[in-house]
């Protein structure tokens, strides 16, 4: 599986790790961190070091009861970012995690290469003409419902058959405008309860059948900690062993905080599978 993401080819024979750059605020486990140029620099030269293939940055929150953000303000917080990791690090593959579709054509026009939707292009509508135009690497994430609504007791008939229809769909239409480097996200904690998410990790080979690369997001996430009746400070070993489940059972992508631990994991898996 090679997509052409604006003109980098990544193979996605072998797994792939996605650094998480949070710069905002507010994220639920590292609000705050690398909220300044040179704390975001710093962090991305670790994740280098750590062995990162891909790094995604992020200028707003999409946890549990967030709001939708306009272009414009996300635009103007996340630009400098984009400018500075792009001049200073220019052969690193960079995704930009966005539902807006001015910051993603800022993005791709300095060379980022990903675009990580969690929308599905339904919060602007432009979105999916960027993408198209700019050859550009598409995440599709599944998610129910919105931030600010999506863990108000979200409800399924079939989890499985739901997720997996929502791709068929979305992956259909996806090829009518003509977008072909897609990258598929179950959206694990976007609109679904703690027993949703493990049902859906059992069963992610099933979604392998879109013969699309899939990415796993559960990095210190809530249906990890609160198994273990702990804190996203204290579930890094936690997220090891699901990582581990998701690569062993088909995942592409690991989008994590924690490069160097997962690196060790995916390292260690090449002498089993």
Do not use: W
Request: proline share 2%; glycine share 6%.
């Amino acid at each position: 599986m090679t997509l052409n993401c604006n003109g980098k080819i990544i193979n996605f024979d072998d797994q792939k790790i996605m650094g998480i750059l949070n710069v905002s605020d507010n994220s639920f486990y590292d609000g705050g961190n690398f909220n300044s140029i040179d704390k975001a620099l710093s962090h991305v030269d670790k994740m280098i070091n750590d062995g990162v293939d891909i790094i995604d940055l992020g200028g707003i929150s999409s946890k549990p009861g967030s709001k939708i953000i306009d272009s414009n303000t996300e635009l103007k917080y996340i630009s400098k970012y984009v400018e500075e990791l792009s001049r200073q690090f220019n052969n690193i593959t960079f995704s930009i995690d966005t539902y807006n579709s001015k910051v993603a054509e800022y993005a791709l026009n300095k060379g980022f290469s990903i675009i990580n939707d969690i929308s599905a292009g339904k919060y602007d509508k432009r979105l999916h003409s960027v993408v198209r135009d700019y050859s550009a690497g598409y995440v599709l994430m599944h998610m129910k419902r919105d931030p600010e609504n999506m863990q108000d007791n979200p409800l399924y008939t079939d989890i499985i058959s739901e997720v997996f229809d929502f791709f068929k769909e979305q992956l259909f239409n996806l090829e009518q405008k003509n977008i072909k480097n897609i990258i598929i996200d179950p959206g694990f904690g976007f609109g679904k309860d703690i027993n949703h998410n493990y049902k859906l990790l059992k069963e992610i080979k099933k979604i392998k059948k879109f013969n699309k690369p899939i990415l796993v997001g559960i990095s210190r996430k809530s249906m990890i900690y609160k198994k273990i009746k702990s804190t996203p400070s204290n579930s890094l070993n936690g997220t090891t062993v699901l990582n581990t489940f998701s690569i062993i059972n088909g995942a592409n992508v690991l989008r994590v905080h924690d490069v160097k631990e997962a690196r060790e994991c995916i390292d260690l898996i090449k002498y089993l599978i």
